[in-house]
Structure formats: structure tokens, C-alpha cells
């Protein structure tokens, strides 16, 4: 068979256009490597995903499976001579279950879409990573996508109840249980959550869904430096708090943001957090915010007193990677996000840290958190045309990810190892884990067709 008899048998389309390719072979990574790939499938239906994972292990042809390519990893990036397998096409809602609160979609759906559909039946899937309005539900489960309500609401994971996938060899399979408990056989939909289309392609989910909340009260405190914001995240945490929303935002993003929309934020400051709590108690949640925030050191506290306000606020954080792209575009094109997870007791040591980071190496970085989580997202900026400048971001955005292991962190809270970290999944695990790793993706792609290059390339 050939890449056209292939393309007959589709629903959806195949090309080798160069000019689409050329489009589809990045994320939205700023400096990861593409490879040049061979063809874009892009599917329609489960039979064009089982057609095209067979023509590819027949030819053993490697295969990027691809949702909206909003990841920042380099995870959905081509590589040489792959075929792009994009299922973003795939985006219907295909049923909600109310009585047993599942809803079941196919991968390519948008997540702020789902949520959508979902408002109106006082249903809400609530994993929110920042890129909501461009990801898909699929795009989510590979990477087992966080967000900003995952400081109560959890990551990907805990929604995932049941995924059909395809395999390497085209066999469509169906993993874990649609049922609230379920303990027949390994938990392989949990093996797949967060494997980066190193093991199969997803082709359905039956997702776990919460009911529709009340809108969120908002509290936004201003701190005069980064690391005092951290030690009342800290502090506030160890109170057993349960916060829906802890975001952190340093001076300097701040201003970035100031650069692309009018939010009403004051970049005269050390640091911002913004608080929301969504329960019965949230008046009470956000004045216990308030006290512990100015015990340690907060100037000042603001409420915001309706949900127009409310959602300008969350908006800015959510502007924080654009207005970081946009800073960047003007300024050398280059930036490397870091991504590590640590112990919220140690968040106000690893600020202090990466203001040392950036003096030694003469990188600039900026900082926001998913505070309330320990997720922190260093930003490192440089000049992609000055090779020192690039030496010294890539020496700064390592030292960070060390700074992140050596504090008992991992590199990756939930943006995903993609081929911007598989260097540093090698070193974050131990050579025992390593080899389960590697191991487990020879039992279930052992011609290696699945994403190659990416998460598991350096084990
Ligand atoms: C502005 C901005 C803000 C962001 N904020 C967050 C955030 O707060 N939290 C967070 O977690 N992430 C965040 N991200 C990163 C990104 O949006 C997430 O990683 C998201 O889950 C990727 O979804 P996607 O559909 O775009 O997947 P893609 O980028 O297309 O793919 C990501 C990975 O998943 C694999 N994949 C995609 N679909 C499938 C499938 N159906 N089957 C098998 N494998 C598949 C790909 O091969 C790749 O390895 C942000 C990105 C941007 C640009």
C-alpha cells in the first residue's frame, strides 16, 4: 500500500504538502527541534487512526500523534520522516452520562468547548490548564494537563475514567473502567494518562465531571518581593486551606502583561497572588487569605467584589504565556519555560535561588506559580541569533531544573518532558525506574514507531 492508497481509505485527509507540513510540525514551544515530516494524516473517525497506525507499523513509519499542538514541550513536534497523525478532527461530544456524572468525547475536542457544552446541565469538567481555549481533551490526557484549579480540583488524571486507544500495531483497545471504582487488572488508562503518544493514540475518553460550582470569590494581595509571596503561599497551605485558584505572578511579568492588555495591574510591585475560593465559605476563605497574606507581609489586599472582576484578574494570569511570547518576539525570539514542581515549603528558597540563578548566568527570568501547588514556571528569555545568550538561557534553565530535583522536586509538574527535558526525565529517575521505562515501551510499541525522539529518547 502507498501513502495514496492510504489516503483513499480515509474519512478524513491525507497531504505531503510541504507548506502544511512545514505548519504542522511545531508546538507552541519556542525552542525545541522539528524534525521534517513525510505526511499529515488527518483523521476523522477511530478507523482512520486503526488504518493509518497500520500502514505506519507495516512500513515502520514513525507516528506523531498530534490534539491542537498548543503543548510547550515539543512533545507533538515532528520528527524525520514521520507522519503527523493529528485527531484534532475527532471533536465530538458523543454522550453525558448525568446519572452516573461521566461525559464521552472523542480526543480532538477543545477543552473550554466541553466545559461549554457542559454549563447548561450544571455539569463541569474542571482541569483548566492556562491554554484552555486551544487544547484538546486528548492533548490534556497524554500530557495529564494541570491548571490553575488543580490546587483543589486535581490534574487530568483523577478525571480519567476510561480511554479507547490505538496501539502501535493498529489494535484499538479499551482501558481502565467507566465505573467509580474499578480495580480489574493494571491501572493502564493510568499508564497511558501523561505518556505523550509514546504508547498509542486515544481515540475516546469517558471522563469523571463534578457539579457546575458557584462563581468564585477573588482576593488579590500584593507582596514586595517574590519571596514573601511564596513563604504566605506557604504559610497559608499548612493551614489546611483549599483554595480554588493560588496563582503567583512576579514584577516582571507583570509588566509583560501590562505590554498586551489593560487588567488593571500595579507592576510597581514584588509579586502579586491571586486567591479564589469557590466553596459555601468563600467570604470567610478569602478573609483567612487576607489575614495570613498580611502576617507575611502582604501591603496589600484587594477583593474583588463581582465576577466581571473576578474573571479580569484570572484573565491576566492566563495572559502571563502570551504577553511572555510577546516579550520575547521583540526581543530575540527565544525562551525557555521552565516547568518543576517542589515542596511548597520550599518555593520561597527556590525564588531566592533563581534570582542567584539569573546574576550568575546574566539570564533573565521571570516567574509565575501555580503556587498553591508548588508548580513553579520560570521563564527564561535570550536572543535565539546570539549564541552566548543562548548558552547562557539553556545554562540558566538547567541550573533551575537541578535547583528543582535538588529541593526533592520533579522537573515536570504537568507541562510534560516532550524533547525539551527527555535529558532530564534520564537524570530524575533512578536507573531501576529508567529501566521499567524502557521496558514497558518495548512491550507495547517495540518497533519504537510512537513518538520517538520525545519523553522516553534518552533512557
Ligand atoms: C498559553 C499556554 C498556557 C498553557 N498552560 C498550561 C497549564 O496551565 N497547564 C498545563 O498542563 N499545560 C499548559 N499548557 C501546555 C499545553 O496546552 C498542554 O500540554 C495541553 O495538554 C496540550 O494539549 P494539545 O491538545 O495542544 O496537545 P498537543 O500539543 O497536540 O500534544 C501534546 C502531547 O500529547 C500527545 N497527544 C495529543 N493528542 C493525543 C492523542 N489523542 N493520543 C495520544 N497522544 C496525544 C502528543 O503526541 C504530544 O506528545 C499551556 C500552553 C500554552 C500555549
Not at 40 to 55: C, F, G, I, P, S
Not at 256 to 284: H, R
Amino acid at each position: 500500500m502507498t501513502f495514496t492508497d492510504l489516503g483513499d481509505r480515509l474519512t478524513g485527509s491525507l497531504t505531503t504538502d510541504p507548506d502544511i507540513l512545514a505548519t504542522y510540525s511545531c508546538d507552541q514551544s519556542l525552542y525545541s527541534p522539528a524534525g521534517t515530516p513525510v505526511a499529515l494524516v488527518r483523521a476523522k473517525t477511530v478507523d482512520d487512526v486503526v488504518a493509518t497506525m497500520r500502514y505506519a507499523h507495516d512500513h515502520r513509519i514513525p507516528v506523531v500523534p498530534q490534539g491542537a499542538r498548543s503543548g510547550i514541550s515539543g512533545a507533538a513536534n515532528a520528527v524525520d520522516g514521520a507522519i503527523l497523525l493529528s485527531v484534532r478532527g475527532m471533536d465530538r461530544i458523543l454522550d453525558v452520562d448525568e446519572a452516573n456524572m461521566t461525559v464521552t468525547v472523542e480526543p480532538g475536542i477543545i477543552n473550554q468547548e466541553l466545559k461549554d457544552a457542559l454549563r447548561p446541565k450544571k455539569l463541569a469538567y474542571p482541569p483548566d490548564p492556562g491554554s484552555v481555549a486551544m487544547c484538546s481533551i486528548g492533548g490534556n490526557i497524554a500530557t495529564n494537563a494541570g491548571g490553575m484549579c488543580c490546587v483543589k480540583y486535581g490534574v487530568t488524571r483523577e478525571y480519567v475514567r476510561e480511554l479507547k486507544v490505538v496501539l502501535a500495531d493498529g489494535t484499538l483497545t479499551r482501558l481502565g473502567h467507566r465505573t467509580v471504582k474499578g480495580v480489574a487488572g493494571l491501572d493502564l488508562a493510568g499508564l497511558f494518562t501523561g505518556s505523550e503518544g509514546t504508547l498509542g493514540v486515544i481515540v475516546e475518553a469517558t471522563l469523571k465531571l463534578v457539579p457546575l460550582g458557584p462563581d468564585p470569590l477573588t482576593a488579590l494581595a500584593t507582596f514586595p518581593s517574590v519571596t514573601a509571596a511564596m513563604r504566605a503561599v506557604a504559610a497559608y497551605m499548612a493551614t489546611g486551606a483549599s483554595p480554588s485558584l493560588l496563582e503567583m505572578m512576579d514584577a516582571t511579568t507583570i509588566g509583560m502583561i501590562n505590554q498586551i492588555g489593560d487588567f488593571g495591574l500595579d507592576e510597581n510591585v514584588g509579586a502579586v497572588l491571586i486567591m479564589q475560593s469557590d466553596a459555601t465559605t468563600a467570604a470567610a476563605d478569602t478573609e483567612a487569605f487576607a489575614a495570613v497574606a498580611q502576617d507575611n507581609g502582604a501591603t496589600d489586599v484587594a477583593f474583588a467584589d463581582n465576577a466581571t472582576d473576578s474573571e479580569l484578574l484570572v484573565a491576566a494570569r492566563r495572559s502571563a504565556q502570551p504577553a511572555w511570547e510577546h516579550y520575547a518576539q521583540g526581543h530575540g525570539g527565544g525562551q525557555l519555560l521552565d516547568d518543576v514542581c517542589i515542596p511548597r515549603s520550599t518555593m520561597a528558597e527556590f525564588c531566592d535561588r533563581i534570582e542567584g540563578i539569573s546574576a550568575e548566568t546574566g539570564a533573565m527570568v521571570a516567574v509565575i506559580a501555580h503556587a498553591g501547588d508548588g508548580n513553579m514556571h520560570p521563564s527564561v528569555f535570550f536572543d535565539s541569533s546570539d549564541e552566548a545568550s543562548v548558552a547562557r538561557a539553556q545554562d540558566a534553565f538547567d541550573r533551575i531544573m537541578a535547583l528543582g530535583l535538588e529541593l526533592g522536586g520533579t522537573i515536570t509538574g504537568e507541562h510534560g518532558v516532550g524533547n525539551l527535558k527527555s535529558a532530564w526525565l534520564a537524570k530524575e529517575l533512578d536507573e531501576g525506574n529508567r529501566r521499567l521505562h524502557r521496558e514497558i515501551k518495548n512491550a507495547v510499541d517495540p518497533d519504537g514507531i510512537l513518538n520517538p525522539g520525545k519523553m522516553l529518547a534518552d533512557l
